[in-house]
């Protein structure tokens, strides 16, 4: 039993972790969603191919996910047969690796108990959905240490607590849980805060645990590559340091080698896997569905369409943005990174052709950095506590926008808020409602997908 003292030592930022923890495991066992027969759909169902096919299959014909792949690709027209006639996967594999070690904790209940081991009965769902609430709770351990590098305990709590409540990643730990998007923030907080030691001690070890991450980071979203520019970048204020940087990356070949072999070794599988079965060490698996459209992105409707408008569905993030105007004061190591990679990140997820991304709630690409755009808010926070007079203010605002994007998250959940098809009238008119309304449903409005994949507009 934790004596007093020991209870009283334990910190703001402590608790919220605690706290945070508690509620998803409390949200996990109350849905109880590894029992639901459909629990993987979609682009979660297609990163996981290659597990049932590697452990249960043992071959990559894809023959028991024939019928739900044609049904995927109906609506295009898509091939998922390469240039040798065997069928590839769409997605690539870093999802499917990352969620390795639950996929065979679930293969082994499954044989012990009776379920069918198949690759698609509720052990392998409750482990595959543990698995997210464990990458949670890493990346917000991470977040919180880098978070204390540069803040104070209580801004720290408050930045931890807002990331996880207040914006659409509560919706994807706990509602669409086998997407990209929780790993991947973990795997960014992981990024910075190796990026963080490396700048101030390269050495081996480092290096190749950065390669490593950035290898997963890439392999799972490819275009999150850009994640490179915060290696880079971190630290550098002017010209003369980016020069420095120059030379002390020269200096360091060595380890930028072994940063290159830790890419290498993540993709090693990816690059065998397409040249078993396509006869191409590198084949775009993607084809027409991978478009962008660089010039015309749809940065506006990104941030503020009732579609899916990023700001308009995680106004909290107005904040993070705000920190853009007082990070250099805070920690300038950040201020040229947030200045060229926010800007970059962004215009590369509104450049893509189905901009709104599909399901889920909000623009949820920008998940993924919200590690990074943690730092920003606790920039924000930190100069809003010299105000006296305004904290009280900004404490009940930042309360209501919480609730605000907890009760959007519910409206998600249960298809109140449609997952594609929302304009002004109906969000106006279902705002804040947890009931459904049929009679509001003349009001949505759903978006011609093959126009926009032409990159017309999409009504």
């Known amino acids: 039993m934790l004596n007093r003292t020991r209870i009283e030592k334990i910190t703001y930022s402590g608790w919220a972790m605690f706290i945070i923890t508690l509620v998803y495991l409390m949200v996990f066992f109350n ?3 590894w029992k639901k027969e459909v629990v993987l759909e979609w682009d979660a169902w297609e990163y996981y191919l290659y597990l049932p096919a590697t452990f249960v299959h043992h071959n990559y014909d894809l023959d028991f996910a024939r019928e739900q792949l044609e049904f995927l690709g109906s609506g295009f027209n898509y091939s998922y047969v390469g240039p040798l006639g065997k069928p590839v996967v769409r997605m690539s594999m870093g999802l499917a690796l990352l969620e390795t070690p639950f996929f065979l904790m679930g293969h082994a209940v499954a044989n012990l108990t009776g379920y069918e081991a198949n690759g698609f009965s509720a ?9 997210t609430l464990i990458y949670a709770f ?6 919180r240490k880098i978070l204390r590098l540069y803040f104070t305990d209580s801004v720290t709590a408050i930045c931890l607590l807002l990331v996880n409540w207040g914006t659409n990643l509560f919706y994807f730990v706990t509602s669409e849980a086998l997407v990209t998007h929780v790993p991947s923030y973990m795997l960014f907080a992981l990024f910075l805060y190796c990026t963080i030691q490396w700048h101030k001690s390269p050495a081996v070890k480092n290096s190749l645990i950065l390669g490593v991450l950035f290898g997963f980071i890439s392999l799972i979203r490819p275009t999150n590559s850009v994640v ?3 290696f880079v970048l971190w630290g550098v204020t002017n010209v003369s340091e980016l020069v420095q940087r120059m030379n002390l990356f020269l200096k360091t070949t060595r380890l930028l080698l072994l940063l290159l072999a830790g890419i290498a070794l993540v993709w090693f599988p990816q690059l065998l896997y397409w040249k ?6 590198y084949y775009y698996t993607y084809g027409f569905l991978g478009k962008f459209y660089f010039n015309q992105p749809h940065m506006w409707d990104a941030l503020f369409s009732y579609r899916k408008g990023w700001l308009l569905y995680t106004p909290v993030m107005l904040f993070s943005l705000a920190g853009i105007f007082f990070v250099r004061r805070y920690l300038k190591d950040v201020w040229l990174v947030a200045l060229i990679f926010i800007p970059i990140n962004f215009y590369i997820v509104s450049s893509f052709w189905c901009w709104w991304y599909g399901a889920g709630f909000g623009l949820r690409p920008m998940i993924d950095s919200y590690p990074l755009m943690a730092l920003l808010l606790g920039a924000t926070l930190t100069q809003l506590m010299h105000y006296q007079k305004l904290k009280k203010v900004v404490f009940y605002l930042l309360v209501v926008l919480v609730v605000v994007n907890q009760i959007q998250a519910y409206q998600s959940r249960k298809n109140i808020l449609h997952f594609d098809s929302v304009t002004r009238e109906y969000y106006r008119a279902m705002f804040l409602r947890i ?13 011609d997908y093959h126009k926009a994949l032409k990159g017309e507009e999409d009504y």
């Open 31 to 33: 849905f109880s969603t």
């Open 276 to 281: 078993v079965q396509t006869g191409q060490w």
């Open 435 to 447: 009931r459904n309304d049929a009679s509001k449903a003349h009001l949505l409005q759903a978006p």
């Open 123 to 131: 052990p392998y769902y409750f482990f595959l959905l543990l698995g």
């Open 228 to 230: 490179a520019l915060i």
């Open 138 to 143: 890493i990346g917000n351990w991470y977040l």
